[in-house]
């Protein structure tokens, strides 16, 4: 789906050109509307509530919570997509995040059967079926495994599957939200199945979570044995509730429904199970009636997050930072490229923060804003040297028909006054 045969993609234009559309990059950055001293500013010239009274002391707010300010910045749903809550999704805030850790109150929920709310000490970890002794772990037992910490993204596999059509969803939470990046703290999966002794026609594992929905999938030997987790932690505090509290499993780099939260059992066998949820759900139907199955990585993509339509430019014209995410399932992403012209030319991004295998990485383009009219893209490149796709170039592979795994650049249409919406560019 996309060309490596030259290190700088097709389109990419110089600098110079860039520059002629009228949009200066870098540099001083003219026409930033910053206050000039000796104009008199109320909110800064005279004494604030907040100045003259006492705030609350330490143990006014047990557990933190953000500003009353920022009650706003929440996980949100969109009512139409699915047909009870109890099986759902709500979608990460990806506008209003920066850096590349998801905070765990803002971490996406995708549920089955509901938030399953399991008492650690009855929870049971059994490994079964095609090894030499079948064991059960109690939350105890795991914690006196070594343990290791990660930074990885989970994606939902159905992540900006809306899209596959054409534009729908406006704005960069819902179109891209099905996903967030934690460090989790856990045991590799290796160590609990090396003490349970795989036979040697052990070549599947299928994880079962202990909520109503029993979730299964099938999961291949080499990827048990190479980097997924049991985790624990994520950010170094507990696992949520509606994150599988207390323990679920890590696949690094594969699609979401394969890390079965609240998971309490895992079996060897020598095929793949072909359950529920990897016939009728989370295969890929392609334009002629046939379906992919195993699309288990997820392939490089990137959003911008701002401008978007949930964060429109405000300030007018003038110095503005563009930034989003990229990722991929594959390794790190060591550059992203934006245009602000569809497609016409682009430029390198600045990659910002630290690089993590299989984890979000932050971008960012700071330019001046001359107010006209600007349709916004980023295009990630990941470390194997594969370059994220157009939509129109994957729809010409796989057609319109699926809901998953759709990596397509996005666009976003900023308009005059600043407003932002969702669109198509060809």
């Known amino acids: 789906m996309s060309d490596n045969s030259d290190p700088k993609p097709a389109g990419v234009n110089s600098r110079r050109a860039f520059l002629k559309g009228g949009l200066a990059v870098g540099g001083a950055l003219a026409g930033a509307a910053a206050a000039r001293a000796g104009t008199p500013d109320p909110a800064i010239t005279e004494l604030q509530e907040w100045n003259q009274y006492l705030g609350d002391g330490v143990d006014a707010r047990p557990y933190g919570t953000p500003s009353e300010y920022e009650k706003h910045v929440v996980r949100r749903n969109v009512e139409w997509l699915t047909a009870d809550p109890v099986s759902s999704v709500n979608f990460t805030p990806l506008h209003e995040l920066d850096g590349i850790i998801t905070p765990n109150g803002l971490c996406f929920e995708r549920h089955h059967a509901g938030i399953a ?3 650690p000490a009855k929870q049971r970890l059994m490994i079964n079926g095609l090894v030499d002794k079948p064991l059960i772990f109690t939350m105890q037992d795991l914690m006196r495994f070594p343990r290791q910490n ?29 996903i967030h990046n934690v460090m989790y703290t856990g045991v590799p999966l290796r160590l609990l199945l090396e003490e349970a002794g795989v036979k040697t026609n052990g070549k599947w594992v299928l994880p079962e979570g202990a909520d109503a929905s029993a979730m299964t999938r099938s999961i291949p030997i080499e990827k048990a044995l190479d980097d997924c987790l049991v985790a624990f932690k994520m950010n170094g505090e507990a696992l949520r509730p509606e994150q599988g509290y207390p323990v679920r499993l890590v696949v690094p780099g594969w699609e979401g429904n394969m890390w079965v939260k609240w998971l309490r059992r895992i079996e060897v066998g020598d095929e793949p199970w072909h359950h529920r949820e990897e016939t009728s759900k989370y295969t890929d139907l392609l334009e002629g009636g046939t379906a992919r199955r195993f699309t288990w990585e997820m392939d490089a993509k990137s959003i911008i997050t701002n401008p978007s339509p949930q964060a429109p430019i405000t300030h007018g014209k003038g110095r503005t930072v563009l930034t989003g995410y990229a990722w991929s399932g594959r390794g790190t992403i060591p550059r992203v490229d934006v245009t602000l012209d569809g497609g016409k030319n682009w430029v390198q991004a600045r990659m910002d923060g630290p690089s993590f295998d299989k984890s979000l990485h932050r971008f960012y383009f700071d330019f001046d804003w001359d107010g006209r009219e600007l349709l916004v893209q980023s295009r990630a490149h990941d470390s194997t040297g594969y370059v994220q796709p157009t939509k129109d170039e994957l729809r010409a592979i796989r057609g319109e028909n699926s809901i998953y795994h759709n990596n397509g650049i996005q666009t976003w249409l900023v308009r005059e006054n600043g407003q932002a919406e969702n669109v198509e560019v060809s």
């Not at 990885?152 to 179109?175: D, H, K, P, V």
């Open 117 to 119: 709310e399991v008492d």
């Open 150 to 178: 990660h930074v990885y993204f989970l994606e939902c596999a159905a992540n900006s599957g809306m899209e596959w059509r054409g534009a729908q969803l406006n704005g960069c939470q819902y179109t891209h939200g099905m």
